[in-house]
T-cell receptor
Framework: EAGVVQSPRYKIIEKKQPVAFWCNPISGHNTLYWYRQNLGQGPELLIRYENEEAVDDSQLPKDRFSAERLKGVDSTLKIQPAELGDSAVYLC?????????????FGAGSRLTVL | AQSVTQLGSHVSVSEGALVLLRCNYSSSVPPYLFWYVQYPNQGLQLLLKYTTGATLVKGINGFEAEFKKSETSFHLTKPSAHMSDAAEYFC????????????FGSGTRLQVQP
């Protein structure tokens, strides 16, 4: 079974440029998460989807970040324009359903460097 | 609200020595608790989890953790460290009511000296 697939693995951009990350979750997993992991820190939730619906986006900086999950399968996370402080690893995870004891399966992450 | 505190951002042990990584949580309702491991340039992998029942939980690679409600702790242990255990370890909490996502601690980097 394929795991959570993310691309690109690495991205280097100049500040003020746009960037997009793509995630394909495990087949059949209804819940998809985007986390941001700053250097030396634990992951912090940006947004959680249940099927197509964004049910928790309270930590998403909506002035520059956007996300979508069309058809309730794969998802994209966009930053426009990027700032220096956006340099981080962006992790996608999925689980069969949300919350409780459900185990999240993580992708390898997309490492963003903003110069 | 839920939160996790991991004491010690770096822990160094000798190969064969006991590994102890500390985690304390805060949760307004009974928690579900997790330990994840992250190897360089990889995503997080589940080591073990506590949901209900037995408070001593065994995971992969010889790791175990004990849920102590009175101490609000979920420390991770392994009797004998191996070089391959060198990685970053994250404790996480989820509430067993509602549908919140996992909240992670800041992580502990484990070094294993030969």
């Amino acid at each position: 079974e394929a795991g959570v697939v993310q691309s690109p693995r690495y991205k280097i951009i100049e500040k003020k440029q746009p960037v997009a990350f793509w995630c394909n979750p495990i087949s059949g997993h209804n819940t998809l998460y985007w986390y941001r992991q700053n250097l030396g820190q634990g992951p912090e939730l940006l947004i959680r989807y249940e099927n197509e619906e964004a049910v928790d986006d309270s930590q998403l900086p909506k002035d520059r970040f956007s996300a979508e999950r069309l058809k309730g399968v794969d998802s994209t996370l966009k930053i426009q324009p990027a700032e220096l402080g956006d340099s981080a690893v962006y992790l996608c995870a999925s689980s069969p359903i949300a919350g409780g004891a459900n185990v999240l399966t993580f992708g390898a992450g997309s490492r963003l460097t903003v110069l | 609200a839920q939160s996790v505190t991991q004491l010690g951002s770096h822990v160094s042990v000798s190969e064969g020595a006991l590994v102890l990584l500390r985690c304390n949580y805060s949760s307004s309702v009974p928690p579900y608790l997790f330990w994840y491991v992250q190897y360089p340039n990889q995503g997080l992998q589940l080591l073990l989890k506590y949901t209900t029942g037995a408070t001593l939980v065994k995971g992969i690679n010889g790791f175990e953790a004990e849920f102590k409600k009175s101490e609000t702790s979920f420390h991770l242990t392994k009797p004998s460290a191996h070089m391959s255990d060198a990685a970053e370890y994250f404790c996480a909490v989820s509430e067993n009511t509602g549908r919140r996502a996992l909240t992670f601690g800041s992580g502990t980097r484990l070094q294993v000296q030969p």
